[in-house]
């Protein structure tokens, strides 16, 4: 995958699950449950957070068992049809505590090395590339917006 060109993922930051799904509702995107520093504890993926299963009462479940504790929600759209390998690869490189598979076998083809994370990024201790811009972002990578 590596010769496919990177990744870029442009993370956004919410304080609840409710606002996520109304910013990224018709998007293809992964998103991480991390602690107040941003340490992820889930990673999870998506078609679309406006879909049925997140307009349903999901999301709403997420904001209450979130309520009071200061963790937080990071969102990236991903490229069309790379959704689950992508959350499949975060899963296998940081290994968050809440994630039951995929922490023991890795999942994804994709190498870690292959994200350049930007933004709001979660503070990833292995999957990380660049973050913030602190690496120029090359020509081909794909920009997920």
Not at 4 to 12: F, N, R, V
Not at 24 to 41: M, R
Not at 106 to 113: D, F, G, K, M, R
Not at 117 to 142: K, M, T, W, Y
């Amino acid at each position: 995958m590596s010769g496919e060109g990177e990744i870029l993922l442009i993370w956004h930051r919410f304080d609840r699950m409710t606002k996520a799904c109304k910013e990224f509702h018709a998007s293809e995107c992964v998103y991480v449950i991390a602690d107040p520093k941003g340490i992820p504890l889930y990673i999870g993926s998506s078609q679309a957070l406006g879909d049925r299963r997140y307009r349903g009462g999901t999301a709403s479940s997420f904001d209450a068992a979130l309520h009071g504790s200061g963790n937080l929600i990071f969102v990236s759209k991903v490229p069309s049809g790379r959704c689950a390998v992508i959350e499949k690869a975060l899963i296998w490189a940081e290994r968050p505590e809440y994630n039951k598979q995929g922490k023991i076998i890795p999942l994804s083809s994709l190498e870690t090395a292959t994200f350049i994370h930007q933004r709001d990024v979660p503070a990833f201790s292995r999957a990380a590339v660049s973050v913030s811009g602190a690496v120029p972002v090359r020509d081909n990578a794909e920009e997920v917006q």
